[in-house]
């Protein structure tokens, strides 16, 4: 069993930041890329930000200049620094990751989400 765990999530003004962590724990052999993506009421789920294993990273357009997303591997967690945020950042944000497990088999997994709530 592999699980993902998000935290960090909360109410903040137009302008704060957040800083997003996420959790990988269970069977894990290999972690591949992890990413962070979100979901705002009535819209498709989008992706922020993914990171290899590398460190190299690739962030949406919306989210340029704004955040950052890095990762420990010694501790299969990935984070988000989220500055300068805007009303239109406010969505529940969700952990991916793909991996190996013990068994060897190669999956994609999914944490549970967190809220993001900006205000104006």
């Known amino acids: 069993q592999v699980r993902l765990v998000e935290s960090g999530g909360g109410l903040v003004q137009s302008g704060g930041f957040l800083r997003l962590s996420c959790a990988a724990s269970?069977?894990?052999?290999?972690?591949?890329?992890m990413a962070w993506y979100r979901q705002a009421p009535g819209k498709q789920r989008e992706l922020v930000a993914d990171i290899t294993r590398g460190g190299s990273t690739n962030n949406a357009d919306s989210v340029k200049g704004r955040f950052t997303i890095s990762r420990d591997n010694a501790k299969n967690t990935v984070y988000l620094q989220m500055n300068s945020l805007k009303p239109e950042d406010t969505a529940v944000y969700y952990c991916?990751?793909?991996?190996?497990?013990?068994?060897?088999?190669?999956?994609?997994?999914w944490g549970q989400g967190t809220q993001v709530t900006v205000s104006s």
């Open positions: 991916n990751a793909d991996l190996w497990d013990q068994s060897s088999d190669y999956a994609d997994y």
């Open positions: 269970g069977s894990i052999f290999r972690i591949n890329t």
